[in-house]
């Protein structure tokens, strides 16, 4: 699924950033006829939030593209998005510039015995997230988090 990921960030990324946004990250789930890509983009601008007309003009460009390049030759339905004040965190870089968000996390497989947490982000060490459970610090390996979700603060 790796390579999946990799080929469609490399087909879709450019598309992307030459339409001024930012590719915020990339979920595919294959379920036969009911599989989903769904891509979530975000704004250079930080006083600036996505709207459904930036969605739109994404979804557009991506879908031609990706009827050109044929990369998922299975049935799927196509989905743009704003990452939302509850946004997924996919990458290291993300988990660096949140640190200090309180987030959901779960894991491939267990660790501690555990595959759901709640904390808080403190870092990166590595290819590690560093996350703050119960005053203890976890280093989760990017790899093994199959998800890690902001948790809002409205304050």
Known sequence: MAGKQSQLEALIRPVIE?????????EFKSQGKNSMLRIYIDTLEKDKGIQLEDCEVVSRQISGVLDVEDPITEEYTLEVSSPGV?????SLEQYVAWAGAEVNVRLRIPFEGRRRYKGIVKGVEDQDVVLIVDDHELLL?????DKAQVIPRFD
């Open 86 to 90: 509850d946004r997924q965190l996919f």
């Open 18 to 26: 030459s339409l001024g946004y930012q590719l915020w990250g990339i």
């Open 141 to 145: 390996p990017i790899e093994s988090i």
